[in-house]
């Protein structure tokens, strides 16, 4: 930063603290390269109004030689705190960044490994505070094992997002060796899983292996599954995740208690999602998805899979409480197909003690060439003005959820 910079960017961030007077303060920064950071004199004007902090963000900037203890005990309104900040290839900054343990009100923490290692983060836990944890999660076991080791320590009910992220020292591996993580058994309601950069299918899948064979939740109501740079790169669902996975709901006993399941960004066999649909008798959320043609020359979203969602004459039918259905499709089946679908869906919704209306996404794979039929948009359109408890939208853009 050019010395006309920062005296510009001190005078706009003290300016903006004298207008504010007391009120509470969202501060976010965000460097353009992850070896830039604060300029020290903008860190003091900050940390000086400390107490006024109720959310902070740090993306992409490095900490290094920055004496965080001095926000220790005077962070009294925190309660949001994203430290994504440069630690791959084993950099850190040079003293801890332990002052949100002393946060009193901390309820949402995101943090880049290996910072998950600490005993702040040990102290928020202890308290039972979070509604949402976050991490990166760097594949190599040590980094690997304690981020998905503090699940095990959640407060009931929180939500929990884990970004997996490679490590340099396996960059140039065929697969990730084993990590042999112990059982661990959490207490969550959500949990998404994300790769944070493109990955070898082998590297995704070897990491959601390990996660599913290691997890109990047994309260887990929300799973999301996305992948970094989709669609033009997708997750992969080998046979081996599929086991550990359908493992992991038998263990958890994910049927009764799962409600949302986002697939859409993975490359699943329709036999697979059916056999996992089979098992999750509870779920009302479901978002699937086609994998692109360069991947998948067949498509998952098939006239048999859509007969098998809307179920038989004789009434039998996957997840029956399915009330919100998201479909990434590249239009490869009979799509009057869908009017059968809706009409099955929406008779067995108001079957059920509770009627609750029927939602349809319809999204366009991202650049496919096809699109949703003319009279099959007229038709699903007609039966939202004759059904008050259907909702039907169909976008190009599809927009994960978590």
Same mark, same amino acid.
């Given at each position: 930063?050019?010395?006309?910079?920062?005296?510009?960017?001190?005078?706009? +961030?003290?300016?903006?603290?004298?207008?504010?007077?007391?009120?509470?303060?969202?501060?976010?920064?965000? !460097?353009?390269?992850?070896?830039?950071?604060?300029?020290? $004199?903008?860190? $003091?004007?900050?940390?000086? $109004?400390? @107490?006024?902090?109720?959310?902070?963000?740090?993306?992409?900037?490095?900490?290094?030689?920055? =004496?965080?203890?001095?926000?220790?005990?005077?962070?009294?309104?925190?309660?949001? /705190?994203?430290?994504?900040?440069?630690?791959?290839?084993?950099?850190?900054?040079?003293?801890?960044?332990?002052?949100?343990?002393?946060?009193? @009100?901390?309820?949402?923490?995101?943090?880049?490994?290996?910072? +998950?290692?600490?005993?702040?983060?040990?102290?928020?836990?202890?308290?039972?505070?979070?509604?949402?944890?976050? !991490?990166?999660?760097?594949?190599?076991?040590?980094?690997?094992?304690?981020?998905?080791?503090?699940?095990?320590?959640?407060?009931?009910?929180?939500?929990?997002?884990?970004?997996?992220?490679?490590?340099?020292? &396996?960059?140039?591996? =065929? @697969?990730?060796?084993?990590?042999?993580?112990?059982?661990?058994?959490?207490?969550?309601?959500?949990?998404?899983?994300?790769?944070?950069?493109?990955?070898?299918?082998? $590297?995704?899948?070897?990491?959601?292996?390990?996660?599913?064979?290691?997890? %109990?939740?047994?309260?887990?109501?929300?799973?999301?599954?996305?992948?970094?740079?989709?669609?033009?790169? &997708?997750?992969?669902?080998?046979?081996?995740?599929?086991?550990?996975?359908?493992?992991? !709901?038998?263990?958890?006993?994910?049927?009764?208690?799962?409600?949302? /399941?986002? /697939?859409?960004?993975?490359?699943?066999?329709?036999? =697979?999602?059916?056999?996992?649909?089979?098992?999750?008798?509870?779920?009302?959320?479901?978002? +699937?998805?086609?994998?692109?043609?360069?991947?998948?020359?067949?498509?998952?979203?098939?006239?048999?899979?859509?007969?098998?969602?809307?179920? %038989?004459?004789?009434?039998?039918?996957?997840?029956?409480?399915?009330?919100?259905?998201?479909?990434?499709?590249?239009?490869?089946?009979?799509?009057?197909?869908? +009017?059968?679908?809706?009409?099955?869906?929406?008779?067995?919704?108001?079957?059920?003690?509770?009627?609750?209306?029927?939602?349809?996404? &319809?999204?366009?794979?991202?650049?496919?060439?096809?699109?949703?039929?003319?009279?099959? @948009?007229?038709?699903?359109?007609?039966?939202?003005?004759?059904?008050?408890?259907?909702?039907?939208?169909?976008?190009?853009?599809?927009?994960?959820?978590?």
């Amino acid at each position: 930063m050019t010395e006309v910079a920062l005296e510009k960017s001190i005078r706009l +961030v003290t300016d903006r603290l004298d207008r504010s007077g007391s009120a509470l303060l969202s501060i976010s920064f965000q !460097c353009k390269y992850e070896s830039q950071s604060l300029h020290p $004199h903008i860190f $003091h004007l900050l940390a000086e $109004h400390s @107490h006024r902090w109720e959310t902070v963000s740090l993306s992409r900037c490095c900490l290094r030689g920055f =004496d965080t203890s001095i926000l220790r005990g005077k962070v009294p309104h925190l309660k949001k /705190l994203v430290l994504d900040v440069e630690t791959r290839f084993g950099s850190s900054p040079d003293t801890p960044i332990d002052f949100f343990g002393a946060a009193p @009100h901390l309820e949402c923490l995101w943090l880049a490994a290996p910072l +998950v290692n600490s005993d702040s983060v040990r102290q928020i836990l202890d308290r039972k505070q979070l509604k949402f944890f976050g !991490c990166l999660a760097m594949m190599f076991p040590n980094e690997f094992r304690d981020g998905l080791s503090l699940l095990a320590h959640l407060p009931p009910g929180a939500d929990v997002e884990m970004g997996l992220d490679l490590d340099h020292r &396996i960059l140039k591996l =065929d @697969h990730i060796p084993p990590f042999h993580l112990p059982p661990i058994s959490s207490p969550i309601s959500s949990l998404v899983c994300r790769t944070t950069q493109p990955f070898l299918a082998d $590297h995704a899948s070897s990491a959601l292996i390990q996660i599913f064979a290691s997890l %109990t939740v047994s309260t887990l109501l929300q799973m999301v599954l996305g992948c970094h740079c989709y669609p033009h790169v &997708i997750l992969d669902w080998p046979s081996t995740l599929h086991v550990q996975f359908l493992a992991l !709901c038998r263990r958890s006993t994910l049927g009764r208690c799962l409600t949302m /399941l986002n /697939l859409a960004e993975v490359r699943i066999a329709e036999r =697979d999602l059916l056999e996992i649909l089979s098992v999750l008798e509870a779920i009302e959320h479901l978002e +699937v998805g086609d994998a692109p043609p360069i991947v998948a020359a067949q498509p998952l979203v098939t006239d048999s899979f859509v007969r098998a969602m809307a179920g %038989t004459a004789l009434g039998d039918c996957l997840v029956p409480r399915l009330s919100h259905f998201v479909c990434v499709t590249r239009f490869m089946f009979e799509q009057r197909l869908l +009017v059968d679908f809706v009409t099955s869906r929406l008779t067995r919704l108001a079957a059920l003690d509770k009627p609750t209306a029927f939602h349809l996404h &319809i999204h366009a794979f991202p650049g496919s060439k096809c699109g949703l039929d003319p009279a099959v @948009h007229v038709a699903l359109s007609e039966l939202v003005a004759t059904e008050s408890r259907f909702l039907y939208e169909s976008t190009q853009t599809y927009i994960p959820v978590g």
